[in-house]
């Protein structure tokens, strides 16, 4: 896919070229980083459209590059690693990424979700944005103003708000919300949700009361209800 710049960050040499073959073959430009450091210099130095990284790698590990990826865009970000026990994955969801792969993982699996996650990324552009009381979200270029205010969300604080506003009133359950923001086959479980609604109310300040909790079943978007 031309325009499509996909970095693959890893210590292992044939993770990274299993990784770059595959992605290759379905029309990705891969560029590769052997370790946190060089990893680090080819984003700030770069712009890419999706980044996979793994977390134990020497130098810098991919949490501090999450971090530092998160201060200064919301591109997607995908992690591979060996370590499989639920902390790490909930860890990364809270940090802003968008995906955890373990390994050793599936390279045709490793596609559809890379593929997945742009998508859900990059909506048609053909979609409409929404103004609802002082809240403007443009799903093209991502952006929320609130109260004249540009928010600066992480990418699934982004969808959680997206889709919760796109159909005001009504309830969403947190298995609905798992299921559209993190995609079908997320391995976290339901505090992954009510963790982004916290830190999403957090931003949104004194017009928290938008996301309105439905106790006992989920959240809905609730005009009228600010300050």
């Given at each position: 896919m031309q325009d499509t710049k996909i970095l693959i960050a890893d210590d292992?040499?044939?993770?990274?070229?299993?990784?770059?073959?595959?992605?290759?073959?379905?029309?990705f430009s891969v560029e590769e980083a052997k370790d946190g450091e060089d990893a680090l210099d080819r984003i700030i130095s770069s712009s890419y459209t999706l980044v996979l990284l793994d977390i134990m790698m020497p130098n810098v590990d991919g949490w501090t590059i999450c971090r530092e990826i998160r201060k200064r865009s919301s591109?997607?970000?995908?992690?591979?690693?060996?370590?499989?026990?639920?902390?790490?994955?909930?860890?990364?969801?809270?940090?802003?990424?968008d995906d955890y792969i373990t390994k050793?993982?599936?390279p045709k699996e490793m596609v559809?979700?890379?593929?997945?996650v742009?998508?859900?990324y990059n909506p048609p552009a053909s979609e409409n944005g929404i103004t609802l009381d002082?809240?403007?979200?443009?799903?093209?270029?991502?952006?929320?103003?609130?109260?004249?205010?540009?928010?600066?969300?992480?990418?699934?604080?982004?969808?959680l708000l997206y889709y919760l506003a796109q159909n005001p009133e009504r309830v969403?359950?947190?298995?609905?919300?798992?299921?559209?923001?993190?995609?079908?086959d997320f391995v976290g479980d339901l505090r992954t949700v009510d963790t982004h609604i916290k830190q999403l109310r957090e931003k949104m300040g004194s017009y928290k009361k938008y996301i309105y909790t439905v106790w006992g079943t989920g959240y809905k978007f609730k005009l009228g209800e600010q300050k």
């Open positions: 292992e040499q044939k993770i990274r070229e299993v990784v770059k073959l595959y992605l290759e073959k379905e029309g591109i997607p970000i995908i992690m591979l690693s060996a370590r499989s026990e639920e902390y790490d994955k909930l860890f990364g969801f809270e940090l802003g990424i050793p993982f599936s559809a979700r890379v593929k997945a742009i998508r859900r002082a809240l403007i979200i443009n799903p093209i270029s991502r952006q929320v103003v609130l109260d004249n205010h540009e928010m600066v969300l992480t990418p699934k604080e982004f969808d969403y359950s947190r298995e609905q919300l798992l299921n559209i923001v993190w995609g079908y």
